[in-house]
């Protein structure tokens, strides 16, 4: 990880000029010591997962308007593969993806690739998102789904009483 930032404090305002760049994060730690202190469940995730993403941050936080600097993040998660301790098969999964925040606090983001492949689920998308802490968020989503009932109906309890047989395709436009 690197990264530069330039903050100056003045009057009601803090000046921000910086970027971080992550390359190669890798995320079995992260999920294993930090985020399953919060949500335990996630403890049994295992993953081969690395993130690269850039950051940068432009312009001043204005105390008085509320005023935000702008906010640019690019994320990538190359193909990798994720696993469950109650679920035999591994997920393969990938993101690319950029977020945009403006003056206003209005975040955006633009998703270029999302895939997640596993045992009778083959899923791909694209989409964008806009207002996405608003009150009304819009999102735009393209993409297949592919699922085999009869695989996956292997990884449902028998406690649910659901017999599922075939195929489903869709096409997302």
């Not at 193909?79 to 950029?98: N, Q, W, Y």
Request: hydrophobic fraction near 35%; aromatic fraction near 6%; glycine fraction near 6%.
């Amino acid at each position: 990880m690197a990264g530069d930032m330039d903050i100056r404090l003045r009057d009601d305002k803090a000046m921000m000029n910086g970027k971080i760049d992550i390359s190669r994060c890798r995320m079995q730690p992260i999920l294993q010591y930090y985020i399953a202190k919060y949500l335990p469940e996630l403890s049994q995730i295992r993953s081969n997962s690395e993130i690269n993403a850039t950051a940068t941050i432009k312009g001043h936080y204005d105390y008085a308007t509320g005023r935000m600097p702008e906010v640019n993040v690019n994320v990538d998660i190359p193909d990798s593969k994720l696993g469950h301790s109650t679920f035999p098969e591994r997920i393969a999964v990938c993101m690319k993806a950029d977020f945009q925040m403006d003056t206003t606090g209005l975040m955006q983001a633009e998703i270029s690739k999302a895939r997640i492949l596993t045992y009778g689920l083959d899923m791909d998308a694209r989409g964008s998102m806009y207002d996405i802490t608003g009150t009304d968020p819009e999102i735009t989503m393209n993409g297949g789904l592919r699922v085999s009932l009869d695989s996956l109906r292997q990884f449902l309890p028998d406690t649910l009483d659901i017999t599922a047989r075939g195929s489903i395709t869709a096409q997302l436009d």
